[in-house]
């Protein structure tokens, strides 16, 4: 093995089609967005209001006990 194979094994990973791999992977969230944008009642405005109830309902107990 001469310098300049092993300048080439310590700089390159040695598997072209990794590389490829790696540049042709998207973003699952980045896909899912576009398809969200593309919706017209995609607005989580639902999935917001279920949230909210779960923290009332969570928190509810403890600070009505407080407040008396």
Known sequence: IGLEDERKMLTESG????E??????LDPL???REQCQQ???????????DFL???DHCVAHKLFNNLK
């Open 15 to 18: 598997d072209p089609k990794e």
């Open 20 to 25: 490829e791999e790696e540049e042709g992977e």
């Open 30 to 32: 980045t896909t899912v």
């Open 39 to 49: 919706l017209e009642k995609c607005d989580c405005t639902e999935e917001l209001f």
């Open 53 to 55: 109830h779960a923290t």
